[in-house]
C-alpha cells in the first residue's frame, strides 16, 4: 500500500461523494438536509446515531453473525436521511495525515474478504476470557478500518461494531476515555493501535481494548 503526503484533510477527485456542501467553506459534505454548519452536522449525525443503535440492538443478538450487508444496512440506518451516498460502499479515493487508504475499486472485494476470513471468524463473538474477547474485537476494528468502505463515518461505525460485539459476548460497551482528563492521550494511544493494526499487528489494539473493558467494568485498565 503505497503512502503520500497529503494534507489532514480528506483528499477526494470529483464526483458525488466528494462534493461540499455550499456555504460550508468545505467543513460540511453536500448533504439532504442542506445543513451547512460543522457543529449542527455534528449533533444531527450523534442523534441519528444514537437512534439507529437503539434500533440496531433489538437485530442483533448474542447469535448473530455480522455481514457486510448487515453493515451497509447499519450505516445506512445511521446515515440515510443525511447522505444520499449513506449505506453504499465509496467510490472515492481517500487519505488523511499523509495515510492513503487502498482504492475505491477494491472496497467490495475487500469487504467480500473481511466477512469470510475476519468477520466469519469472530463474529458472533462469543463469551469468553476478556483477552480473547479483546482480540476478536481487534481484528475486526482494524480489518474494517484499513478496508475504510464509506465515505465517512468509518470511525464511529467501527467503534459501533466494537460496542456489538462486547454486547454479543456479555461484556459492557468499551470505555475508549475520549472525553474528559486524559482523552488526548487515549485517542493518541488508540490511533497509533490502530495503525499497528493496519499491519496485522493486532496487539497493541487488542491491550487498548483490554483497558477500555476494564474501565467499563469498573477494573484496572
Known amino acids: 500500500m503505497s503512502q503520500r503526503r497529503f494534507t489532514s484533510r480528506y483528499v477526494t477527485p470529483k464526483g458525488p461523494e466528494a462534493q461540499w456542501q455550499p456555504g460550508s467553506h468545505g467543513r460540511v459534505l453536500r448533504n439532504l438536509l442542506g445543513i451547512r454548519r460543522k457543529t449542527e452536522m455534528d449533533h444531527v ?13 433489538a437485530r442483533i443478538g448474542p447469535d448473530t453473525r455480522l455481514t457486510a450487508s448487515l453493515l451497509c444496512q447499519m450505516h445506512r440506518g445511521w446515515l440515510g436521511d443525511i447522505y444520499e451516498w449513506a449505506g453504499r460502499y465509496r467510490t472515492v479515493e481517500l ?23 475476519t468477520l466469519g471468524r469472530c463474529t458472533p463473538c462469543l463469551p469468553g476470557p476478556l483477552v480473547e474477547v479483546a482480540g476478536r474485537v ?3 476494528h482494524a480489518d474494517l478500518l484499513l478496508i475504510y468502505p464509506f465515505r465517512d463515518g468509518n470511525g464511529r461505525l467501527a467503534r459501533w461494531v466494537a460496542d456489538l460485539m462486547a454486547l454479543q459476548a456479555g461484556l459492557p460497551a468499551p470505555d475508549y476515555a475520549f472525553i474528559g482528563r486524559g482523552a488526548k492521550a487515549s485517542r493518541a494511544a488508540y490511533l497509533d493501535a490502530v495503525r499497528s493494526g493496519y499491519l496485522a499487528d493486532y496487539d497493541p489494539l487488542e491491550v487498548f481494548f483490554v483497558a477500555a473493558l476494564r474501565r467499563r467494568l469498573g477494573q484496572r485498565p
Open 45 to 57: 449525525e450523534l442523534d441519528a446515531m444514537v437512534r439507529a443503535q437503539t434500533k440496531y440492538l
Open 95 to 117: 487519505a488523511k495525515a499523509g495515510f492513503q487508504w487502498p482504492p475505491a475499486f477494491r472496497v467490495p472485494a475487500n469487504m467480500e474478504s473481511f466477512e469470510k476470513a
Open 138 to 140: 481487534a481484528r475486526v
